[in-house]
């Protein structure tokens, strides 16, 4: 059973903190991750999606991986209030996608 | 460029009835994927087309639920009859196929079925 695990949140953050996600997942054979993020009552929308372990950094976005510790997260730099949503952490096997429960964040003003 | 479209954005049945999906992918997407979402989680895949061949419906339930995908272009998803619990918001996604595109999977805003 391949399963990617997420904090359901909700996570509070001021405006302009670092807000950071994590996922773990089952599956050594693993082979890229994704986050999505998915706003209340929208579809999810592809925000990066790291190969290799180390960082992958695009604009305010970092994602981690560490591969031996089966772990990714996604740091929001400087966060602001339209990243409140919910982001969900996505890990391929073969052509599949699995997806966590998500972790619903909230930025602060 | 257009994204996935899907219709309707919104249904509301009685139990037993039937109940169809459309979604027309990003144009020149080989991939198509139905996924369904319920409250609170994330997306489960239902079925995987390659072009016209659905190469993955192992969490498709095949009692109810059929999907077809006749020219390699647009795709149904249909449920016969529908249960309470097939209340949910249904997605499309496509991507362009290939080893590295299955990486990148565009979802359209989904239907969300409520079954009464």
């Known amino acids: 059973q391949k399963e990617v695990e997420q904090n359901s949140g909700p996570l509070s953050v001021p405006e302009g903190a670092i807000a950071s996600l994590n996922c773990t997942y089952s599956d050594r054979g693993s082979q890229s991750f994704f986050w999505y993020r998915q706003y209340s009552g929208k579809s999810p929308e592809l925000i990066m999606f790291?190969?290799?372990?180390g960082d992958k950094e695009d604009g305010r976005f970092t994602a981690q991986l560490n591969k031996a510790s089966q772990y990714v997260s996604l740091l929001i730099r400087d966060s602001q209030p339209s990243d409140s949503a919910t982001y969900l952490c996505?890990?391929?096997?073969?052509?599949?996608?699995?997806f966590g429960k998500g972790t619903k964040l909230s930025v602060i003003p | 460029e257009a994204g996935v479209v899907q219709s309707p954005r919104y249904k509301i049945i009685e139990k037993k009835q039937p109940v169809a999906f459309w979604c027309n992918p990003i144009s020149g997407h080989n991939t198509l994927y139905w996924y369904l979402q319920n409250l609170g989680q994330g997306p489960e895949l239902l079925i995987r087309y390659e072009n016209e061949e659905a190469v993955d419906d192992s969490q498709l339930p095949k009692d109810r639920f059929s999907a077809e995908r006749l020219k390699g272009v647009d795709s149904t998803l249909k449920i016969q009859p529908a249960e309470l619990g097939d209340s949910a918001v249904y997605l499309c996604a496509s991507s362009l196929g290939g080893e590295r595109s299955y990486n990148e999977q565009f979802f359209g805003p989904g239907t969300r079925l409520t079954v009464l």
């Open positions: 790291i190969y290799s372990n």
């Open positions: 996505a890990v391929r096997w073969s052509y599949q996608l699995t």
